[in-house]
């Protein structure tokens, strides 16, 4: 006996079918996104707590500021729930009450819950938290300025057009008042002669050749 397949046959096959493949792919949409999301919450709140250590390193600044700061760059992710740590310690490491002039350096520990944060994803990985640190050595305790040398630093005379002991040639001070001598005196008599560099400059030029390099 011969089957003959009818076009009725086929009624209900293009729904069934796009019910198998619809499912899984929205699954993949689903979870890309999800991916997506986490990475940018943990570079956010990597960002969080650089940023608001930088803002705290400074004179005035308090944990209450960095509390804040730390809520409004979270915030711009839609964050929740996250934990923002502040801790300043001396010059001994020791841990200190709150930030002061005897402040060395502070650190922050921002960490953010994937189970407020996440839709589906925190299924599968638990309790998992995103946790960040940044530490960096604060400005504001006494004496942080007056700790670098500045007695290196000569400073110019406005009287003298040229320094004598100018680390350049300290053999062969410049003298203003010689107009052909732009690089300094010097005792060779090729100098006075024009040498073989050219006349009236010596071996370092003057109206000489020497000059076009």
Request: with cysteine.
């Amino acid at each position: 006996m011969q089957l003959v397949r009818t076009k009725t046959d086929r009624k209900g096959t293009s729904a069934v079918e796009f019910a198998i493949v619809a499912i899984p792919m929205l699954l993949l949409i689903f979870a890309c996104i999800e991916f997506a999301r986490v990475g940018m919450m943990e570079a956010i709140t990597e960002d969080a707590a650089f940023e608001t250590a930088r803002h705290i390193m400074v004179t005035g600044a308090t944990k209450a500021e960095g509390e804040a700061k730390a809520a409004e760059i979270l915030g711009m992710m839609g964050t929740r729930n996250a934990d923002v740590d502040i801790v300043p310690y001396d010059d001994d490491g020791t841990v200190q009450a709150d930030i002061d002039d005897d402040t060395s350096y502070i650190t922050v520990q921002i960490e953010v819950p994937m189970s407020s944060n996440t839709l589906f994803l925190s299924r599968f990985t638990g309790d998992i938290d995103i946790t960040k640190t940044s530490t960096i050595i604060a400005e504001r305790y006494e004496g942080f300025y007056e700790s670098f040398d500045y007695s290196v630093v000569v400073p110019e005379d406005p009287d003298d057009p040229e320094d004598p002991t100018d680390p350049e040639d300290p053999t062969d001070p410049e003298d203003p008042t010689d107009p052909t001598d732009p690089g300094g005196d010097d005792d060779d008599d090729d100098d006075d002669d024009g040498g073989w560099w050219g006349g009236g400059g010596g071996h370092h030029g003057g109206g000489g050749w020497g000059w076009w390099w």
